[in-house]
């Protein structure tokens, strides 16, 4: 898929999706896109993409699509059900789910493509909204790597960060490790702003020194300064990461694992959500203290 136009479909037009879809279009590629709600492509359909009616029909019409909705429920809707893709995709297709998921589904969708002689990755991105609109996401890939190594090119447009992580589903438990990570990390950046708040310091001052030593991390770059100004506005939503802590507890119990740090992470995203703050950005957990 390198060095030549490909006919790229592209399903989930949102926060990232939209900035992602953009990347393959302006790399010199045929875009056509499908999203629930129609006017979050208007951007891309004015730049050219060409609108589809359902997952089905993108699924006629292009050689390699990309996914990023929801919720494992979409996620399967877009794929299996009626109007999905893999009941009406062509032999050769490449599905590419870069929602953040289950690793079951993964599986039950790399199982139902195969059926098909359709392949399919799942590799969900980190990076934000930020990473989306510059480029730079995070990829994390499970599937057949020869199918991976077709599909890097067009990961390039939209990442830098790209790595093969083994078979079918390995993509989606890599990203729940990802996001056990950040869960605790976003207590810490804020627990840490709200101390720094609370003795009497200036927290931009004290983010200047604190982001360069060894407590740096992505959060604390990119989100803490957006907590100080009181920007919510999601790069992430928070009803989107109770949704993956949701799923990496699940299969941590399947796996006989406790994780302490992951289930207070959860426990304080809930309360926000329950107080109507769903749909704000992860930054949104200063909150909690306000």
């Not at 447009?157 to 790595?163: D, P, S, W, Y």
Request: with cysteine; glycine share 10%.
């Amino acid at each position: 898929m390198e060095n030549k136009s490909v006919k790229v479909g592209f399903i989930g037009t949102g926060v990232m999706g939209k900035s992602m879809a953009g990347h393959l279009m302006d790399a010199g590629n045929e875009l056509f896109v499908y999203n629930r709600t129609k006017e979050k492509a208007a951007e891309l359909l004015n730049k050219g993409a060409q609108w589809c009616s359902s997952p089905a029909e993108v699924a006629s019409r292009a050689d390699i699509i990309f996914t990023i909705v929801g919720y494992p429920q979409d996620v399967e809707e877009t794929y299996l059900g009626s109007k999905g893709i893999i009941p009406h995709a062509k032999a050769g297709l490449i599905v590419v789910d870069m929602t953040t998921s289950t690793p079951t589904l993964a599986k039950k969708i790399y199982e139902e493509a195969k059926k098909h002689d359709i392949y399919a990755l799942d590799a969900p991105v980190s990076g934000g909204d930020i990473g989306a609109q510059k480029g730079t996401l995070t990829i994390m890939a499970g599937g057949d790597q020869e199918v991976f190594d077709k599909v890097r090119p067009l990961f390039a447009v939209m990442g830098q960060n790209i790595v093969y992580q083994g078979a079918a589903g390995s993509g989606q438990h890599t990203k729940m490790a990802n996001q056990i990570a950040i869960a605790s990390n976003m207590m810490g950046v804020t627990e840490a702003i709200v101390y720094a708040k609370k003795a009497g310091l200036d927290p931009e001052t004290v983010l200047k020194s604190i982001s360069a030593g060894a407590a740096g991390s992505w959060s604390l770059t990119n989100l803490a300064p957006r907590m100080l100004i009181e920007d919510y506005s999601p790069g992430f939503f928070i009803k989107h990461f109770i949704k993956d802590m949701g799923i990496a507890l699940n299969e941590s119990e399947k796996m006989g694992l406790e994780l302490p740090g992951l289930s207070i992470a959860k426990k304080l995203y809930d309360e926000l959500a329950e107080k109507g703050n769903e749909n704000d950005g992860t930054q949104a957990l200063i909150k909690y203290w306000l």
